[in-house]
T-cell receptor, first 115, second 113 residues
Framework: GNSVTQMEGPVTLSEEAFLTINCTYT??????LFWYVQYPGEGLQLLLK?????DKGSNKGFEATYRKETTSFHLEKGSVQVSDSAVYFCALSDLKSGANSKLTFGKGITLSVRP | EAQVTQNPRYLITVTGKKLTVTCSQN?????MSWYRQDPGLGLRQIYY???????DKGDVPEGYKVSRKEKRNFPLILESPSPNQTSLYFC????????????FGSGTRLTVV
């Protein structure tokens, strides 16, 4: 079945540091890949997505590239801010799962950014 | 404002007392789903609905029921809650399923004692 593996957390960085959060996946079909962000006390928000190999998703300074050869979708940001402190989830949705194109999530990773 | 609204935000209940968590979306989405979030496990799908009167089980459906009588509403029903259903629950909706991204509600934190 489908699965998503995220690097272990939590991650603590200083403001303006470079961020990389690793994400790899296993899927039987041709998945779409997502990063969701959950700010404290809130629901999940779609941060960015990519729907096919070599696509790059980007939003709010975050980027991730769909790498089919390494089955990866790593999240990067060049200069993090305190306001980026949140939980980040990598997820996939596989068209081949049929009617239920559900999201399969990684376990999430908590990012804390110090001033 | 386009949104998914869940109620209540917080709920403490006792074992065996039936409860309903409501979910409503104002985006005319056909696809809706319930997830539970547990530490170290991420989010897991409970039930989903492709359209009115069309529902099916997700990965962890035991102990839950759902209904979809109207397009905008997708309530989650716990007929006889147990402590292992203590969790954070999210409702989500999408225009055409997960490949296009979901809009999530703010969550319902349920504690069963």
């Amino acid at each position: 079945g489908n699965s998503v593996t995220q690097m272990e957390g939590p991650v603590t960085l200083s403001e303006e540091a470079f961020l990389t959060i690793n994400c790899t996946y296993t899927a039987t079909g041709y998945p779409s890949l997502f990063w969701y962000v959950q700010y404290p006390g809130e629901g999940l928000q779609l941060l960015l997505k990519a729907t096919k190999a070599d696509d790059k998703g980007s939003n709010k300074g975050f980027e991730a590239t769909y790498r089919k050869e390494t089955t990866s979708f790593h999240l990067e940001k060049g200069s993090v801010q305190v306001s980026d402190s949140a939980v980040y989830f990598c997820a996939l949705s596989d068209l081949k799962s049929g009617a239920n194109s559900k999201l399969t999530f990684g376990k999430g990773i908590t990012l804390s950014v110090r001033p | 404002e386009a949104q998914v609204t869940q109620n209540p935000r917080y709920l403490i209940t006792v074992t065996g007392k039936k409860l309903t968590v409501t979910c409503s979306q104002n985006m005319n989405h056909e696809y809706m789903s319930w997830y539970r979030q547990d530490p170290g496990l991420g989010l897991r799908q409970i039930y989903y609905s492709m359209n009115v009167e069309v529902t099916d089980k997700g990965d962890v459906p035991e102990g839950y029921k759902v209904s979809r009588k109207e397009k905008r509403n997708f309530p989650l029903i716990l007929e006889s809650p147990s402590p292992n259903q203590t969790s954070l629950y999210f409702c989500a909706s999408s225009w055409q399923g997960g490949n296009y991204g979901y809009t999530f509600g703010s969550g319902t934190r349920l504690t069963v004692v």
